[in-house]
Structures are given as structure tokens and as C-alpha cells.
């Protein structure tokens, strides 16, 4: 289902991750491998392709399979990189 969220940047990303719903999570975080015939989650591959190598093998060693969609979501929220005000 097409929600039209759109991460333009980094911050953006996460503030999306913490809104998103169970399904949203599992269509970019597992369903892609197979959608996509790939190694990682649309997550990473998005932070990878940006430039932002860490984070995203960051979020790549996180295992979906052994955590809830919320400790997932918590996960990942949690590798976000703070702000500078």
C-alpha cells in the first residue's frame, strides 16, 4: 500500500521509522530481500546509497527475526544520530 512518506534526508528517515506501522516495518525491513533479490533491507540500502555506510551496516546487523516490530522499531530509532542544535 502506497503511503507516499518520503525520507529526504537522514532525520527525516527516522522520524518516519517512528511512525511507521508493523506492516510498513516488515515491507522495507523483510519482505525486500525477496522483493528485491537483495542481502539487505530498504533501510540500509537507502543510508548505504547516501553515503552513510555505518549507519546502515548498523541497521543491517539488526535481526528482525528475534525482536517484535516494536523493539525493532526502538532499535532503530535508537541509532538515529543526534541532532545539533
Not at 521509522?17 to 542481502?39: I, K, Y
Not at 525493532?72 to 542544535?85: D, F
Amino acid at each position: 500500500m502506497q503511503t507516499n512518506t518520503v525520507a529526504h534526508n537522514v532525520n527525516e528517515l527516522f522520524e518516519h521509522v517512528a511512525r511507521a506501522t508493523n506492516a510498513s516495518l516488515f515491507f522495507h525491513f523483510c519482505e525486500a530481500r525477496l522483493r528485491l533479490g537483495r542481502l539487505t533491507n530498504d533501510f540500509s540500502q537507502w543510508l548505504h546509497d547516501i553515503g552513510e555506510f555505518e549507519l546502515a551496516a548498523a541497521i543491517e546487523r539488526l535481526n528482525p527475526y528475534a525482536l517484535t516490530f516494536e523493539e525493532l522499531r526502538e532499535q532503530i530509532s535508537s541509532l538515529a544520530p543526534k541532532q545539533i542544535a
